[in-house]
């Protein structure tokens, strides 16, 4: 009897240690975003401060005139190709990203949010094109205006970037204005080099990929670039790009979504969440549908997930991802990082959920259930749990289904 109750007791202490590992390298991963989020905002402070020592020409009322002028232009020219691309262009979905920068009621978009934050700067915590302070509470910029009433910080955070980003491009448009013709064809522009110099020394900032066909309508924006790897605008972000990929280069995380952050952890690529439902389908004994071009993707993630059942927080785990599938064929898919009662776990995900109030990589407590009425849920169990519990040990990430 005493050696049963021994090896039970160890057994509980090697749990606990377990439990207490993965509860260390979920925060790592939220920590690590918070610290990128704080160095990018630093980066575009620090190169905004050496850039107007440099180039003292112009005074902050006609830099701020200038800025707000270009922010509204440029969020014209954004609301057209938004547009256009949804039309013209067969990669619809990626249009999504660009109704963030600009889009309609209820919600607010991001140059709206920066003109905001212009207008009413003395309402800020902290002096403009200044790194962030002061900020408290669930909404620190409530009072600065209505679009951030509901604004979490990481919401700031992109507004703030975007601001950041277009402060350094007035003045380097000044300094491409003045320099002789010589200069211009010989070397990259200082606007040119500056988009560059972002990418190289932010995380954040997503590279996002757009369609030739948008090369025109994108053509007097300051975010857009044509490079010979393609056609591309710069997304700042605080962590949430929908569709955003691992990428081949570090740093590799310059923005997720849902899928490619769980995808990521567990070795899978971005498994959307009607794959994961197809998954959960199958290991039921069901007989779903599947395309063609699904096939492989499908066998594979069967192959690498159990199904958790019943789906419910009594046999849920730390690791394991609850996936939601909504009535209208959008989803969610989200990490449990514990349980907190019958009916309701604490997340670790990628989100940009619904209302936008939550952005980035982000805790939260929500039901098992899915919210939205008629919609759908399932617990799907990686067998790779490893890559989930050992983040901060990985020496790669995996690029590729293989």
């Not at 514990?338 to 982000?362: A, P, R």
Request: proline fraction near 4%; charge should be negative; glycine fraction near 6%.
């Amino acid at each position: 009897m005493k050696s049963t109750a021994l090896l039970e007791d160890v057994s509980t202490q090697i749990q606990a240690r377990k439990n207490d590992c993965k509860i260390k390298s979920v925060q790592s991963i939220i920590d690590d975003a918070n610290k990128a989020n704080s160095y990018d905002i630093k980066w575009l402070c620090d190169r905004f401060k050496q850039s107007r020592e440099q180039n003292p020409c112009l005074d902050d009322l006609t830099l701020n005139a200038h800025l707000k002028e270009k922010l509204i232009e440029d969020r014209s020219i954004v609301a057209i190709a938004k547009e256009f691309w949804l039309e013209k262009s067969e990669r619809k979905l990626y249009w999504l990203n660009l109704r963030k920068l600009v889009t309609e009621k209820p919600f607010w978009g991001h140059y709206d949010s920066a003109i905001q934050m212009l207008d009413n700067h003395d309402k800020l915590p902290f002096p403009l094109f200044s790194p962030i302070s002061g900020c408290f509470g669930d909404f620190p910029l409530a009072e600065v205006g209505i679009y951030f009433k509901n604004a979490r910080m990481n919401r700031v955070i992109t507004v703030y970037k975007l601001l950041l980003i277009y402060a350094l491009c007035i003045i380097a448009d000044e300094e491409d204005a003045s320099d002789g013709e010589e200069k211009k064809t010989s070397m990259l522009s200082v606007k040119e080099q500056l988009l560059e110099d972002v990418l190289k020394n932010t995380q954040f900032v997503y590279p996002l990929e757009v369609p030739s066909v948008l090369n025109s309508k994108l053509s007097g924006c300051s975010l857009f670039r044509v490079s010979e790897c393609g056609s591309y605008v710069l997304f700042p972000n605080s962590g949430y790009v929908f569709g955003g990929m691992v990428q081949a280069q570090a740093p590799h995380n310059r923005g997720l979504d849902c899928t490619s952050f769980t995808g990521w952890i567990t070795g899978c690529g971005r498994p959307l969440t009607y794959l994961y439902e197809k998954v959960w389908q199958i290991k039921m004994g069901e007989a779903p549908g599947i395309k063609p071009e699904d096939k492989e993707i499908v066998a594979m993630l069967c192959d690498r997930h159990d199904v958790v059942e019943p789906c419910g927080s009594e046999v849920a785990e730390a690791g394991d991802i609850l996936v939601w599938r909504h009535s209208d064929g959008s989803g969610h898919a989200m990490f449990v990082q514990s349980v907190v009662d019958s009916n309701t776990i604490k997340t670790v995900e990628c989100t940009n959920y619904k209302d936008g109030h939550y952005e980035g990589f982000q805790e939260r407590i929500v039901t098992i259930k899915d919210p939205n009425e008629g919609g759908r849920e399932g617990i799907l169990r990686p067998l790779r749990q490893d890559a989930y519990h050992t983040y901060k040990e990985r020496s790669q990430v995996s690029l590729l289904i293989k």
